[in-house]
């Protein structure tokens, strides 16, 4: 398989409100990562269109984890894979079904983050994911069930290695591609944005500690670095 020459190419820069999405391609295999929110969907399209790619010819979809921002335009390729871990859809899943609870979801949202009450605002900032979830949220908008590959069983494809960075979401997976001298890092939100990362409109961590952890992690590495609300950059960790 070949497993060099890839490149890493962003469709959708991410920024404060929206998250970022990337094609990885070697040229004759496709793998979009991430895929954004349903009101960017033509967006997405058009920036594979300059690629000279339509939906069919992408082979895989990887989501680094489902929230609304990250996953809602998977249905768009009925044909391809989607891989993520089956942790972190099914966590999404039950959170977002349980924002819907009319009564209780004040109380039931504790459960996914337990540290809420050591968050300025965070309650205000649940109203606002709230409202978004009864906007957007659809379960068919993540693609089929047939479709799904869990990374617990498959692992990631063409030889893409998964870093789990769970600070996030439980389950959230980091994309390393390999390449040579020049890594990728598409870290998802295990790494919000190089700086200002309370401004991202993005959930607080389900654990702040293990969310500190991770984005060190990612910070380690060396090559180049895609965060999930932010350009990428250029990571040299032993030159600094
Ligand atoms: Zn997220």
Redesign the pocket.
């Known amino acids: 398989m070949e497993t060099l020459g890839w490149k890493v190419c962003v469709l959708l820069a991410g920024n404060w409100r929206t ?1 970022t999405s990337v094609l990885v391609s070697n040229g004759k295999r496709h793998t979009v990562i991430d895929t954004g929110m349903p009101h960017e969907a033509h967006l997405l399209l058009q920036a594979l269109e300059q690629h000279g790619l339509r939906v069919s010819d992408i082979h895989s979809i990887i989501n ?2 489902f ?4 996953a809602l335009n998977n249905a768009l390729f009925p044909n391809s894979l989607i891989y993520g871990s089956q942790e972190s859809c099914d966590w999404c899943c039950s959170l977002y079904s349980d924002l819907r609870d009319e009564q209780r979801w004040e109380k039931l949202v504790l459960n996914y983050y337990p540290e809420m009450s050591s968050y300025d605002h965070a309650l205000e900032h649940m109203h606002q994911l709230r409202k978004l979830t009864l906007r957007w949220w659809d379960m068919n908008r993540l693609g089929a069930r047939a479709q799904h590959r869990w990374i617990e069983q498959h692992g990631l494809p063409d030889g893409f290695e998964a870093l789990i960075t769970s600070g ?2 439980p389950g ?1 997976v980091s994309v390393v591609i390999p390449d040579g001298a020049q890594p990728a890092i598409v870290a ?2 295990a790494f919000l944005s190089r700086a200002n990362n309370d401004r991202i409109l ?2 607080i961590p389900h654990n702040r500690v293990q969310a500190a952890r991770d984005r060190e992690m990612v910070l380690a590495r060396h090559g180049r670095i895609f965060p ?1 609300h932010d350009l990428d950059f250029t990571n040299s960790p032993n030159s600094d």
């Open positions: 998250a680094t984890h929230h609304i921002d990250h996030h979401v959230h998802g939100d993005t959930m999930g």
